[in-house]
């Protein structure tokens, strides 16, 4: 499966400097306002050191990573859901993703320009959300219009609909996120074709600056605090260093990292915490050929876990030759763990577990 993030802020508070770090590709960097127009795309490989122990033990030609995209989408500000500042543009981007990166600047440089005089990351964070609920009300409302008039008919499951509806609208306009509402069933089933903007899983980046790690300073606090009373998760990182650790090699990226007293990047950080956040796992492949890993969402059977890599196996699944990471861990090979008895084999029903390392019989 394809794991979409969309990193959301302010203008200048250090989108684009973070998407530089994935590696791969750039966005423009600038002190100045709405600097990335068009969203900027980039693919990283999900860090998983249980692939490079694969790698020793299976000793295949490649391995394989998987996959995140990140979308660099421009600066979003106060009045973007009227479409200033090109807003409706940038908002409607951030429709395509599975999860928001809200960066908020936690960090004090008078020669970085902040589009709102000030450093305030609860005004910030507000700004967005309210841009966002904004949004997301317009969409409601016509919803509600619609249902309206079907619901003339007297329809009971149309005017249960509309009911949801206005409930979802009331909230809205009380400054209230859809995602507050999202443990509701019948919430997620009224609008689960609207791409509703705030009922996306957030996860806020905070950007200190490198005296602030790894603990943090009183402005990611304040970040920490918001987002607890959301349920959403933090993840601290440096822009400035990030950009730097992108250009060292691996041996120097550690090192760097050891002195900062740093465990793994920002970015590694980051998108384990997105993972986390989207109930994903993952499962492994082992093969001569290859060793690969893929993401799959956690609760996902064995079937469907092999549809991820090609259709027919989830069409003609049969079973699935199964034997847990730490098992192979213990025992060191495919063979060793099988003579130990520790591989499995697991029908349609079984649901795969974080870390197996799977081999699918299935029928052309």
Avoid at 67 to 73: G, P, T
Avoid at 157 to 165: D, G, M, Q, R, T
Avoid at 325 to 346: H, I, L, N, P, V
Wanted: aromatic letters at 6%.
């Amino acid at each position: 499966m394809s794991l979409k993030c969309g990193i959301v802020g302010l203008p200048n508070v250090g989108k684009s400097t973070l998407f530089n770090s994935l590696g791969e590709a750039r966005a423009e960097a600038a002190n100045f306002p709405f600097c990335t127009i068009d969203p900027n795309v980039g693919k990283v490989a999900v860090p998983d050191e249980r692939l490079e122990k694969l790698k020793k033990w299976v000793e295949p030609a490649s391995i394989v990573s998987a996959m995140i995209e990140f979308v660099d989408i421009a600066g979003l500000v106060k009045g973007a859901s009227e479409g200033k500042g090109k807003g409706n543009a940038f908002l409607s981007h951030i429709r395509e993703v599975d999860l928001i990166v809200h960066v908020v600047r936690c960090f004090e440089d008078p020669d970085v320009i902040h589009v709102e005089g000030s450093v305030d990351p609860e005004r910030d964070i507000m700004i967005i959300d309210q841009e966002l609920i904004l949004k997301d009300l317009e969409t409601v409302m016509k919803r509600v219009d619609s249902l309206k008039k079907l619901s003339k008919s007297g329809d009971k499951k149309v005017l249960a609909e509309l009911e949801v509806v206005h409930q979802i609208q009331a909230q809205l306009e009380e400054g209230v996120s859809v995602r507050k509402l999202w443990d509701r069933e019948e919430v997620r089933e009224a609008v689960k074709d609207l791409f509703l903007l705030s009922a996306k899983p957030t996860l806020y980046a905070c950007n200190v600056d490198e005296t602030a790690l790894p603990g943090g300073n009183l402005y990611s606090e304040k970040v920490k605090e918001i987002a607890s009373k959301q349920g959403d998760d933090v993840v601290l990182f440096c822009a400035k260093i990030e950009a730097e650790i992108a250009e060292l090699e691996d041996d120097e990226k550690a090192m760097f990292l050891d002195e900062l007293g740093v465990t793994g990047s920002g970015l590694d950080r980051l998108i384990q915490a997105a993972y986390q956040n989207l109930g994903l796992i993952t499962y492994f492949t082992a093969g001569p050929k290859e060793v690969r890993a893929w993401t799959i969402s956690e609760g996902t059977k064995a079937p469907q876990a092999a549809g991820v890599i090609h259709s027919d196996f989830e069409r003609g699944f049969i079973r699935a030759e199964t034997i847990s990471f730490q098992d192979y861990e213990t025992y060191g090979s495919e063979k060793a763990a099988k003579d130990a008895g520790k591989m499995r084999q697991e029908g349609k029903e079984y649901r795969v577990c974080d870390g197996d390392v799977l081999l699918f019989r299935f029928n052309v």
